[in-house]
């Protein structure tokens, strides 16, 4: 059973297009983060969804659109896609707390062409 | 504002060979602090955290790592190497202000074992 799933697993596509990356996980946790990881393997925070209400906004392009329909499963919907997006995107989730353990997701190796 | 700072990039060793990533920190309040590690082309898995209990945490696979608050560090060591040991290794930090659960990483620093 696969805790925090996401797809796709791979996405290419082309610049100015406009792609959805979708994550489920399966551990009852309440919160639910996006994180990006670029060329030289940085990892930065995104967005977070705490009970489908979002509770961290980092400073992302407003072309960066989450979604949460439910507690399970936190969507990113990217328009206009730029060379720069360019990236690793992994989905996490945890119980909301400080010292709670975030169980990362695999994965989408986003390439922008 | 928070921050960690992994020193070293790349870290070589041979197999058998002491393990040593270091790991400090910057936080006004006391931090909770972890270590996760990256096989390639997989997901962040956690190996260990401090959370405010012993300063001296035992992790998965061997690893454990010391919180030293006067040296504002949480280094991570394992006694002997393994050649399933190499992978990318990120040390974070909680943000406790805003109680979010949000982490703050480290460049990472990868790990290479030699035979």
């Known amino acids: 059973d696969t805790a925090v799933s996401q797809t796709p697993k791979y996405l290419v596509t082309q610049m100015g297009n406009d792609k959805s990356i979708k994550c489920e996980q399966n551990?009852?946790?309440?919160?639910m983060y996006w994180y990006k990881q670029d060329s030289k393997k940085f990892l930065k925070i995104m967005f977070s969804?705490?009970?489908?209400?979002?509770?961290i906004n980092e400073t992302v392009p407003n072309r960066f659109s989450p979604k949460s329909p439910d507690k399970a499963h936190l969507n990113l919907h990217i328009n206009s896609l730029e060379l720069g997006d360019s990236a690793v995107y992994f989905c996490?989730?945890?119980?909301?707390?400080?010292?709670?353990?975030?169980?990362f997701g695999p994965g989408t190796r986003l390439l922008v062409l | 504002a928070q921050s960690v700072t992994q020193l070293g990039s790349h870290v070589s060793v041979s197999e058998g060979a002491l393990v040593l990533l270091r790991c400090n920190y910057s936080?006004?309040?006391?931090?909770?602090l972890f270590w996760y590690v990256q096989y390639p082309n997989q997901g962040l898995q956690l190996l260990l955290k401090?959370?405010?209990?012993?300063?001296l945490v035992k992790g998965i696979n061997g690893f454990e790592a010391e919180f030293k608050k006067s040296e504002t560090s949480f280094h991570l060591t394992k006694p002997s190497a393994h050649m399933s040991d190499a992978a990318e290794y990120f040390c974070?930090?909680?943000?406790?202000?805003?109680?979010?659960?949000?982490?703050?990483f480290g460049q990472g620093t990868t790990l290479q074992v030699k035979p």
């Open positions: 996490a989730s945890s119980h909301l707390g400080q010292g709670e353990t975030q169980y």
């Open positions: 551990l009852g946790h309440d919160t």
């Open positions: 969804y705490n009970n489908k209400e979002l509770i």
């Open positions: 936080s006004s309040v006391p931090p909770y």
């Open positions: 401090y959370t405010s209990a012993a300063t």
């Open positions: 974070a930090v909680s943000d406790p202000p805003s109680n979010t659960g949000k982490l703050i």
